[in-house]
């Protein structure tokens, strides 16, 4: 299957920084990218969907100026979480689709991000 | 609104059968899938239905019916490593994907 590679594993961050999260499509173009958020115990929480070379769209209440989406190219995206507090701290994860709507999302490995 | 229940936890025993299920109401329907999440990693795909019926992969099989709005995954000869929690998740008339909670299935030897 298709590998979507997602950098950094897990991150420490004082609280007032910002934490950049990549993520790649390795072996195919990804013409849309989500982003998702997931608490412990509890389900994944889509926060964006960005289609390569357009805006990303927001879910309801999450913060589009705290959580920067840039989806540059077909083969990348990034999230980057500002001013970071430790309510933030979470695990993050991206998927890729390659273009077929219908077609299977692939994961990355997520990323454990721990403000402090 | 959108909707998707599972239970939140079964346990099972080594080398038995258990079946998952999962319910849905959502705004169109554009297939259903099945994903695996170990603790603290990202999701795995298992499987994705769009027609009735049951499609069988391994020692996993998926069943569908639209009509009832109802899936279920079944996991035969269950190992240790089966320990994990199970994700339904359907895509809905704008193709994006409504998640279930999750089932966390515990195998005790």
């Known amino acids: 299957g298709a590998v979507v590679s997602q950098h950094p594993s897990w991150v420490i961050c004082k609280s007032g920084t910002s934490v950049k999260i990549e993520c790649r499509s390795l072996?195919?173009?990804?013409?849309?990218m989500f982003w998702y958020r997931q608490f412990p115990k509890q389900s994944l929480m889509l926060m964006a969907t960005s289609n390569e070379g357009s805006k990303a769209t927001y879910e309801q209440g999450v913060e589009k100026d705290k959580f920067l989406i840039n989806h540059a190219s077909l083969t990348l995206s990034t999230l980057t979480v500002t001013s970071a507090h430790p309510e933030d701290s979470s695990f993050y994860i991206c998927?890729?689709?390659?273009?077929?709507?219908?077609?299977?999302?692939?994961f990355g490995q997520g990323t454990r991000l721990t403000v402090v | 609104g959108q909707n998707i229940d599972q239970p939140t936890e079964m346990t099972a025993t080594e080398g038995a059968i258990v079946q998952i299920n999962c319910t849905y109401q959502?705004?169109?329907?554009?297939?259903l899938f099945w994903y695996q999440q170990h603790a603290g990693e990202a999701p795995t795909f298992l499987s994705y239905n769009v027609l009735d019926g049951l499609e069988e992969k391994g020692r996993f099989s998926s069943f569908l019916s639209r009509s009832k709005g109802y899936s279920y995954l079944l996991l035969k000869e269950l190992q240790m490593k089966d320990s994990a929690s199970y994700l339904c998740a359907v895509m809905d008339s704008n193709y994006q994907l409504i998640w279930g909670a999750g089932t966390k299935l515990i195998i005790k030897p």
């Open positions: 072996d195919f173009q990804a013409t849309t």
């Open positions: 959502t705004s169109g329907f554009n297939g």
């Open positions: 998927s890729a689709r390659d273009g077929g709507r219908d077609t299977e999302a692939f």
